[in-house]
């Protein structure tokens, strides 16, 4: 019912998806601590796995601060055109 109200209302846009957002919270009051593991199977993926446990440090720093959460959402909202 929900998804059906949001696209009669011409919503382009529904995350679902893990984050503190005030609309989540509204319709669910229990958290789940995610948990994010990155292992290197080969030598070859290290370099990779390097960087995925750099992107997932910085993203939880930006989550993490008000102030740098808001400006992470103004920009990606920016990139891709949604507000």
């Given at each position: 019912m929900v998804v059906k109200d949001c696209i009669e209302r011409g919503l382009t846009y529904f995350d679902l998806g893990r984050g503190e957002e005030?609309?989540?919270?509204?319709?669910?009051?229990?958290?789940?601590?995610?948990?994010?593991?990155?292992?290197?199977?080969?030598r070859y993926a290290s370099g990779f796995s390097a960087y995925e446990r750099v992107k997932t440090s910085i993203?939880?720093?930006?989550?993490?601060?008000?102030?740098?959460?808001?400006?992470?959402?103004?920009?990606?909202?920016?990139?891709?055109?949604?507000m």
């Open positions: 005030r609309y989540k919270s509204s319709w669910c009051d229990t958290k789940i601590q995610m948990i994010e593991t990155n292992l290197a199977l080969t993203k939880r720093v930006v989550r993490n601060d008000a102030t740098l959460w808001n400006i992470a959402k103004w920009m990606r909202s920016r990139l891709y055109g949604r």
